[in-house]
């Protein structure tokens, strides 16, 4: 049944409304032979969905203004779902959903850019964890990756939401500070990291 532009609106994201008023513009100017776009939506139940939108102008008014539009509305909700699970998991590690080798080689690129233009410093620490490969042997792969994403935990708990925490493969991690630019601070970081990580 016909809906209004208000009533689009407000079932709209609020996020998505910037990109679909562009597209639409776009459309109503002749510059795109239709509309399209992909947006979320508020479901009857109040949840937000995925939805590919495609459309088409039927009629103006007068004077020239859009009046009116048909088209469709499809739930995409499951393949934006599979798109970012393949997205996260070309970028992060699955046993411990830290950022992997790739993710960490891209956000250092970024930080030695910064650092360079700004004339800084940064730290970065790689860690390993002692004995490991015996907790593997003594009592199996899965006491160790249950080392793995404990240590992971801890690690985190040492840091701030700006520093990135890798795992680049094993039980080696890498730990990229950008904001931390003097070695007095790094040492100390290192040995509250130290004391975390030796705690039974």
Not at 1 to 24: A, F, N, V, Y
Not at 87 to 93: L, N, Q, T, V, Y
Request: proline share 4%; with cysteine; hydrophobic share 40%.
């Amino acid at each position: 049944e016909p809906i209004s532009i208000q009533t689009w609106m407000r079932l709209s994201h609020p996020d998505d409304l910037g990109l679909s008023d562009k597209l639409l513009k776009q459309h109503f100017s002749g510059e795109s032979p239709y509309y399209e776009c992909e947006a979320r939506m508020r479901h009857k139940d109040g949840h937000w969905v995925w939805v590919l939108d495609r459309g088409k102008l039927a009629t103006r008014t007068a004077d020239g203004a859009p009046l009116m539009m048909y088209g469709t509305h499809q739930d995409i909700t499951h393949r934006k779902v599979q798109e970012e699970t393949f997205r996260r998991s070309a970028h992060h590690d699955q046993l411990t959903g830290l950022p992997n080798r790739t993710l960490l080689a891209d956000r250092l690129q970024q930080a030695l850019l910064v650092a360079n233009r700004e004339k800084t410093r940064l730290t970065l620490m790689f860690i390993d964890i002692d004995g490991f490969k015996g907790v593997n042997d003594t009592y199996g792969h899965e006491a160790g990756d249950l080392v793995l994403r404990s240590m992971a935990r801890r690690l985190q708990s040492c840091i701030r939401a700006s520093d990135t925490l890798a795992r680049i493969g094993g039980d080696e991690f890498v730990l990229l500070l950008p904001d931390l630019r003097d070695a007095p601070s790094a040492l100390a970081l290192a040995a509250k990291i130290l004391n975390e990580a030796s705690r039974p």
